[in-house]
């Protein structure tokens, strides 16, 4: 497949689906995971604050890590990559489907509203004992851990941490998508991380065109109809007929 067939097979999809990861974000200036220099995870170990072991073990640090991390997301601003997904969506209308790895926000606040936030949002928290889900105060206006608002127990960060279950509704409302997609666009991911990472063979194993928006390869790589070796802005940007 070309750069124009690829350009061609987004222009004339009816169900576009697309996943995004911490790489549409990087221009944001937002730290994506496995990046071996700047990567959260070249200076942290996951272990040690993204699993339901680590809060247990201390809820403190964690909180101090989410609530950094929040800080930092409410001082960037969506760049391109978001934006040209959002008119992405408001082209394809009802046959567009977004779902995001990231927890960051930038692409609701893009404009994008057919949106699932899989592993959750860096500006809520959920109640330990009643479940109930939260927006965060301004950052450094609290200090975490947040109280329920309805039962007045310990909040914890409303993020899927390794080793939990995604929310089942987005993963299924996902999984349809991907599916039922003319073509699958796989934006800033390095696809190590299921089940997200294999929506893009759902898309493959229907028989869609599946397209990659990455600088690097990635481990869904071998499984591309097409990979646009690019940032998010440029890539998306090429595919879309505006670079
Ligand atoms: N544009 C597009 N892609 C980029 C850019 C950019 N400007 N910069 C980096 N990338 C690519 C990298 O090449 C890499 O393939 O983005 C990808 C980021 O990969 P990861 O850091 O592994 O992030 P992600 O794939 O989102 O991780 C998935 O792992 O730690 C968990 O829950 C966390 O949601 C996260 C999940």
Redesign the pocket.
Known sequence: MTLEQARAALAAARRVAVL?????S??SGIP????AQT???ARFR?EDL?SPEAYRRDPKMVWEWYAGRYRNVTHAQPNE?HHLLAWLERDKGDGFFLAT???DGLHARAGSERLVE??GNLSTARCEACGTVAPLPEPNTFTPPPTCPVCGARMRPN??W?GEFLPELALEAATRAFEKADVALI???????YP??GLALETRRAGGVVIE????E?ELTPYMSYSVR????R?LAALMGEG
Not at 32 to 35: A, S, V, Y
Not at 187 to 193: D, H
Request: glycine share 16%; charged share 10%.
């Open positions: 995004t990861g911490a790489g549409v990087a221009e994506t995971f496995r990046n990567g959260h995870w996951p993204a990559g790895q990231n927890v899989l592993h993020i899927v390794f934006v800033g991911t390095s696809g190590q991380v997200a990472a928006v990455n600088p690097d990635t690019d940032v998010a802005s890539g």
